[in-house]
């Protein structure tokens, strides 16, 4: 796999990760299907303007997982999601480090991520990595009987 930055140029592959990510996973994203389909292709050209979006590609030049994060001094990082078929490597690993190193670089101190309560897999993900709640948590935009968790990773 090899991952790399996107640019605006990249928009089409932005959504068909992002889309396939909310279709995929709708349990574990604060936006939904029904909200971003309808976005123009104005729109995904302007993720890569605003935030660092990072893509992972298999061989083929298929997009199979996406990581972006957001400027900041805390970077917030968002939109963590890697197809099925390339789970259970380390790519996961890959796509967050790819984003910490890019938040280091650009002189952030932490890199900052919302996990959702229902999903153990992703807290566990997150804790390895040495993200910490930082006690900071809100309803799931989704389903507000299911609590969202802040954590934080110095970097």
Known sequence: MAIRRA?????????????????EAPYAFASNLARETPYDDDHW??????????????DDEEPV?????IPGDQVEMISVWIA???RATA?????????VAWAKAEGATAVNAWVVGNNPRAR???DRLGFTPNGREMPYPNDPSITEYHLTRPV
Do not use: Q
């Open 124 to 126: 566990r993900f997150y």
């Open 7 to 23: 640019s605006p140029a990249d928009w089409s592959a932005i959504r068909a990760t992002r889309l396939a990510a909310l279709t």
């Open 84 to 86: 099925p078929a390339a």
């Open 91 to 99: 790519l996961a690993t890959e796509m967050v480090e790819t984003v």
């Open 45 to 58: 050209r302007d993720w890569p303007r605003r935030h660092a979006i990072f893509l992972a590609f298999t």
């Open 65 to 69: 997982a996406i990581a972006a994060g």
